[in-house]
């Protein structure tokens, strides 16, 4: 009885671990399907889908709420195999796109200072595209070589962005987009613009190493932070202000402090992630300040959601292993027990044993308990004994 309820929970156990194996795979391939989405070329990406905005490898038909829907070209394919000519009906899908490269532009601009930088736009999709760019923030500060222009699929366009600095520009970062946008389809480029004061005080960088470049929400992001003073006054005490930004401008996370530098300084820095930040890119920067001299740096990272962790034990099965686990203690307490009933017998023999040998009852409960028995166990040997 005892092997035969060890070899069912086994096989419970065993059945259990391959649903659960099964259920896992089954989500997992579950949860690369699109629901509903047409049979054909279809490019399924999924981060950064919801924002509103179609940016980055988002399409029509990876994220058709940023991106708007495709249009679909029925087209006839001849069945496989031979016979009557009939025709299978497949629909093939058709779509609009474009790529932006780079992504980011990052420039350190002195007040007064020009820089040129290059942006090629290319249709990747099926169907001609009319552009239009949005300089928004940056009208005053980028002169582009065209605002409207027109791209047959397969063809790029190299379009030059001049970046001026004002000399009465006031120093610090300005970060923000420049959409590029058709008929259906809205897509950004990052841009950050460093802007140091002309007299430079201090030189300061501010890299996040490649560990910290993917954080989760509610985690810490850290800064590399080295400065050079670059002045004739040694020591010095200096301001400096931290800061979590997005590219509309939303703030994150501030903090200041107020530390002396020598020569050179270089510490790291820890600012949290909000638990409530969106994924996406974001910039944290650093602005070194003292009197009417300012030096800034910045580096991007990205907000990642929290990976749940892959569990053996769904929810649809815990309660089967909950049972299996009960199962398993009370066939270890039948055993304990039957080991202890079975003991019991073996002491009850050798009792026999003693006693015919002429060993009181009192001396063979000593010779027990001086081999390690306890006394429930002795006194339950002696119980009903008959010698």
Do not use: H
């Amino acid at each position: 009885m005892r092997r035969l309820s060890n070899t069912i929970i086994a096989l419970i156990a065993v059945f259990l671990i391959v649903l659960s194996l099964a259920s896992d795979i089954f989500l997992l391939d579950l949860s690369m399907k699109p629901t509903g989405a047409p049979i054909g070329d279809v490019k399924i990406i999924v981060m950064g889908c919801g924002d509103g905005v179609c940016e980055g490898s988002e399409t029509c038909s990876s994220c058709s709420g940023d991106c708007g829907s495709c249009v679909g070209v029925p087209a006839s394919v001849p069945a496989a195999g031979g016979g009557g000519g009939r025709a299978q009906e497949v629909s093939s899908v058709k779509t609009s796109d474009f790529t932006i490269e780079p992504e980011l532009l990052k420039l350190r601009l002195q007040q007064g200072e020009t820089l040129t930088r290059v942006v090629t736009i290319k249709n990747t999709g099926d169907f001609p595209l009319s552009f239009s760019v949005d300089l928004d923030k940056f009208k005053e500060y980028v002169l582009l070589s065209e605002d409207s222009f027109s791209l047959l699929p397969g063809e790029s366009k190299v379009l030059t962005l001049d970046f001026s600095s004002p000399i009465d520009m006031p120093p610090d970062l300005y970060m923000g987009l420049i959409s590029f946008k058709t008929e259906s389809l809205t897509k950004s480029l990052r841009v950050i613009l460093e802007i140091p004061s002309k007299k430079a005080l201090f030189d300061v960088t501010l890299k996040i190493p490649e560990a910290y470049k993917n954080v989760r929400k509610g985690e810490s992001v850290l800064g590399q932070i080295t400065v050079q003073n670059l002045g004739n006054l040694k020591p010095v005490d200096v301001l400096f202000y931290y800061a979590l930004k997005d590219f509309d401008g939303n703030l994150l996370k501030d903090e200041q402090e107020t530390r002396a530098i020598d020569t050179s300084l270089s510490f790291d820095k820890n600012l949290s992630i909000p638990p409530n930040t969106l994924d996406g890119i974001y910039v944290f920067y650093v602005k070194v300040l003292y009197e009417n001299a300012t030096a800034i740096s910045s580096d991007t990272f990205n907000v990642i959601s929290e990976e749940k962790p892959k569990s053996w034990i769904t929810n649809e099965i815990y309660y089967l292993w909950t049972i299996v686990v009960i199962l398993i203690l009370i066939n270890l307490w039948f055993l304990w027990k039957r080991r202890r009933k079975d003991s019991i017998k073996r002491l009850r023999k050798r009792a026999s044993t003693y006693i015919k040998n002429e060993k009181t009852p009192k001396q063979v409960k000593k010779i027990f308990l001086n081999e390690g028995f306890s006394r429930e166990v002795v006194d339950k040997v002696f119980r009903n004994f008959k010698e």
